[in-house]
């Protein structure tokens, strides 16, 4: 029997640029960041082949986690979800994690308006769909993207745990009481490896500027006390600095540990840089010798 919780812990990387590009830069990344300790690598899915971008990473690496943060569920059958987790894990080990989304109704209905509606409900679907799948995908092997009280609800019932994107230690520890000590809370982090505040910050509002604009994550923030003269003018530097942890190595990994002592078995790192589409590989290295050694 396969164990309920999936394996994972430590600190990952999240990035774009292990799932968007030259597939053989990709791999080489992967294999670099699995040598520095980083025991999992996400992937975002805005479109296009997702399961090829996982395969790749998968034969790149030979321990590292590979989760897709997220999968949205909009773009992908539950059935063939299934049965690419069951080809996958069969060649490279129980090492794909399924992280699974709704997205936004922003990205949905600019292809079909009007497609994107009862979020909760099409989540319970797609997930009677993986179990209903002649090799069903395991409740362990698969988290959502829970942010509200519904979802955390629909996590702790359906999925492993939940791998909630763009929060604070305090939704960390929300989490955790809400899906209790068994299941798995694997939050992302944005960080910027910047001393200088005007840099750092230029930085993390930029990485901001669109995600202001969504309710799924504008609604979550206000649950915790920020308000819309937050969200106003790029972000105020009370929310900015919330949401995007920046300085140098100590800084960043205090907040990492914020994360953990609220409750989080695994912190998945987004580094950013001026350069918003390229990883930067030299800040995961110092960044990995402050974190994991």
Known sequence: MVPMTFPIVGTGIWSPSLRYGDPAAAADLAAELEGLGY??????????????SVENLLKATTTATVATGILNLWMHEPGETAAQHARLTSVHGRRFLVGIGVSHARLIDSAEAGRYRKPLARTREFLDGLDAAPTPLPLGDRVLAALGPKMLELAGERAS???????????????????????????EQAVVLETDPDRARSIARRHLATYLALP????????????????????????????????????????????????????CLQVLSEDVRALPIGDCRRLATALIG
């Open 216 to 267: 799924n994550y504008s609604n979550n923030w206000k649950r915790f006390g920020f308000t819309d003269d937050d969200l106003a003018d790029g972000g105020s530097d009370r929310l900015v600095d919330a949401l995007v942890v920046w300085g140098d190595e100590a800084a960043i990994a205090a907040r990492v540990q914020e994360h953990r002592d609220a409750g989080a078995d695994h912190v």
């Open 161 to 187: 745990g939940s791998h909630p994107y763009l929060v604070t230690p305090d939704h960390t520890n929300v989490a955790r009481q809400a899906l209790g000590p068994q299941k798995l809370v694997l939050p």
């Open 39 to 52: 025991s999992a690598l996400w992937i975002p899915d805005v479109g296009g082949d997702v399961f090829g």
